[in-house]
């Protein structure tokens, strides 16, 4: 290596461990995110609902909800949007023609909670309060008799519904999921 190319190195070594002699820890860009930053953004909800927040919807609720904030995407019931079909399909997943919804193939109805607070509508996404998404989730499962049409969701009952392919799933361990 030529004098020239180690004395560049060490000019270069030397302006990075600067005055104080310790070599900086990081980029010393911005500053560690608060506990309250992070809850703001931490809207995550397990299968299990453990996190899921306050609030309560019915299927009579979700329905003005989804005509007026999902159905120029998804159809009128779920079906027949330009977008995603949400419902339908339940029993099909085994046929030659399975249809894979909401209702036919999501294991966990809190992933619908989940999902749909966190992006949906797609021009506005996590611009639904909580009552709305519990409530167009009520409206959704009742389009496919997962719930019954006078069902009220919350963050109880709302993992206690029973997806029809709940047990549909192998676990990674190659146990059946709950």
């Avoid at 159905?71 to 995603?84: E, S």
């Avoid at 999501?106 to 966190?118: E, I, Q, V």
Wanted: hydrophobic fraction near 45%; charge should be positive; aromatic fraction near 6%.
């Amino acid at each position: 290596m030529s004098m020239h190319r180690l004395a560049g190195i060490a000019l270069i070594a030397a302006a990075a461990i600067g005055v104080s002699g310790a070599a900086p820890a990081g980029p010393s860009l911005g500053r560690p995110a608060t506990a309250a930053e992070i809850a703001a953004v931490d809207i995550s909800v397990a299968p299990d609902g453990a996190t899921l927040p306050v609030g309560s919807g019915s299927v009579v609720a979700g329905e003005a909800v989804y005509v007026a904030k999902c159905q120029a995407c998804h159809g009128p019931r779920g079906a027949d949007g330009p977008m995603d079909r949400l419902t339908g399909g339940v029993g099909s997943l085994a046929t030659p023609k399975p249809l894979k919804t909401v209702a036919s193939y999501w294991p966990y109805a809190t992933t619908l909670f989940d999902y749909t607070r966190r992006a949906m509508p797609l021009t506005a996404p996590q611009s639904l309060s909580n009552d709305e998404v519990y409530a167009v989730s009520a409206y959704l499962l009742s389009i496919d008799g997962i719930v019954p049409k006078d069902a009220v969701l919350d963050a109880r009952s709302l993992p206690a519904v029973k997806m029809p392919n709940r047990d549909g799933f192998v676990s990674w361990a190659g146990r059946k999921t709950r």
